[in-house]
């Protein structure tokens, strides 16, 4: 069972990917905005935070079209979680904090999943660095599963506290 639900979280993630992929190529590159002050970043986490309040328990995300597409992801660097993906919140050259395309989710005191992060992501296609307020996104970077292209992300850790910072992409006090 494990090993089909990988099977069609990779089969998914590669097809919409790609498909993104070869969308976003025809779209005209759009300069990133400019970097705006700590207010306007803070007014963002705070946008990201409460469009995410919903999502605290796993099935409500589930429910609202994000599906799984990995195992834990843990590196020496801590963790970043299990990755769930809305594609129909993927939308190349826009970057709406109310509408995160990822989440991350890792194990709860109860065995069950709590939420630790949204994540935003972007195709590369040649664009300037994308922009959340005045942090830049990680990358470009090549993908982490078959069929996802280069592209940019950032995780905000808004479901946890992350000692390396809120838009580190790995939380040190955090393991599968």
Same mark, same amino acid.
């Given at each position: 069972m494990r090993?089909?639900?990988?099977?069609? @979280?990779?089969?998914?993630?590669?097809? !919409?990917?790609? $498909?993104? +992929?070869? %969308?976003?190529?025809?779209?005209?590159?759009? /300069?990133?905005?400019?970097?705006?002050?700590?207010?306007?970043?803070?007014?963002?986490?705070?946008?990201?935070?409460? @469009?995410?309040?919903?999502?605290?328990? !796993?099935?409500? $995300?589930? +429910?609202? %079209?994000?599906?799984?597409?990995?195992?834990? /992801?843990?590196?020496p660097d801590g963790a970043m979680g299990i990755h769930f993906m809305n594609p129909a919140l993927i939308t190349p050259g826009v970057v709406d904090p109310a509408r995160p395309p990822f989440l991350t989710y890792g194990p709860s005191t109860d065995g069950g999943l709590e939420l630790w992060s949204a994540e935003f992501f972007e195709p590369e296609v040649?664009?300037?660095t994308p922009m959340y307020g005045g942090q830049a996104f990680d990358g470009p970077m090549p993908g982490h599963e078959p069929g996802m292209p280069t592209h940019y992300d950032l995780h905000v850790w808004v479901g946890t506290h992350n000692q390396a910072g809120l838009f580190a992409p790995w939380n040190p006090g955090l393991h599968c």
């Open positions: 090993s089909t639900t990988r099977t069609v @979280a990779r089969t998914v993630v590669g097809g !919409v990917m790609t $498909a993104l +992929a070869l %969308g976003a190529a025809v779209l005209p590159a759009a /300069a990133a905005p400019a970097p705006d002050s700590a207010a306007i970043t803070n007014q963002l986490v705070a946008k990201t935070r409460a @469009a995410v309040a919903k999502f605290h328990e !796993v099935d409500a $995300a589930v +429910a609202a %079209g994000y599906v799984p597409v990995g195992e834990c /992801a843990e590196s040649g664009q300037p």
